[in-house]
Structures are given as structure tokens and as C-alpha cells.
């Protein structure tokens, strides 16, 4: 078998193509989370603490010179991403939760009865039969 051929083969099969599309999704709902945080959750949490924009908080290690721009510490863009991930993580884990309590509920849902095979229907008619013979 060709590379490329391998490489089709591969790249259709439909775990590959399912994987794509969930990084796709991915990183449109990361911008989402970080867009709800950087504009909706900070905000109020900086105006309770005293008026702080969490993104502009960090500390001067150097200060900036004619010649190098100032070395800082960014510890507020750092807040603002762990809040991203924290917010990221449980709505992952909602997600999940909802997905394994349909599993369960799809599991613990009896089976539809089985149809009898010809030779059960046979078996019992001739069953009816003999009854009937008495």
C-alpha cells in the first residue's frame, strides 16, 4: 500500500475526522470562556476589590530603558487565564456528567424482548397443539 494511500485511509477514518471537529469546537468555546471572562466575570470581581483590571496587574522586575523595553511579571493576564481554565474545566465537566447520566439511563433501560426464532414459534405451536389433544 502507497503512503498516500495509508495517509487516506487514515485521515477519513471516522475517529480522525470526529477528532477534528472536537478541537474545531474547541477552540471556538475557548474563545467563548475567555470572552465571558475577560468581559463579563472580571469586571464586576475587579470593581468589588477596589476598581482593578486583573489584566494590568503585574510586577516590574526592570525598569524600562532607552534601549530594552521593561521586564514585568504578569501575574494578572495569569489570573485571568487559571479563571479561563477553571470556568473551561467545569463546563468540560457538566458536559461529561450529562453524557455519562444518559449512558446510565440508556443501560439501565430494559431491552426491547426478542423476537422468537423460527424454531420457537414451531416449538410452540406444537406445544399448543399437544394441549389441545388433550
Given at each position: 500500500m502507497g503512503?498516500?494511500?495509508e495517509?487516506?485511509?487514515?485521515?477519513?477514518r471516522g475517529n480522525v475526522v470526529d477528532m477534528a471537529v472536537g478541537i474545531i469546537i474547541g477552540a471556538g468555546f475557548g474563545k467563548i470562556v475567555s470572552s465571558l471572562v475577560a468581559d463579563v466575570i472580571m469586571p464586576p470581581i475587579?470593581?468589588?476589590?477596589?476598581?482593578?483590571d486583573f489584566s494590568d496587574l503585574s510586577i516590574t522586575l526592570k525598569e524600562k530603558t532607552d534601549e530594552a523595553a521593561a521586564v514585568t511579571l504578569n501575574y494578572g493576564l495569569f489570573l485571568n487565564t487559571l479563571i479561563d481554565f477553571s470556568i473551561l474545566?467545569?463546563?468540560v465537566f457538566l458536559l461529561v456528567k450529562g453524557i455519562n447520566r444518559l449512558r446510565r439511563k440508556q443501560a439501565a433501560a430494559p431491552a426491547p424482548p426478542v423476537a422468537?426464532?423460527?424454531q420457537e414459534n414451531l416449538l410452540a405451536e406444537i406445544r399448543d397443539l399437544m394441549k389441545a389433544r388433550g
Open positions: 503512503m498516500m494511500a495517509f487516506k485511509e487514515f485521515a477519513v475587579g470593581l468589588a476589590v477596589g476598581k482593578v474545566a467545569f463546563a422468537p426464532t423460527p
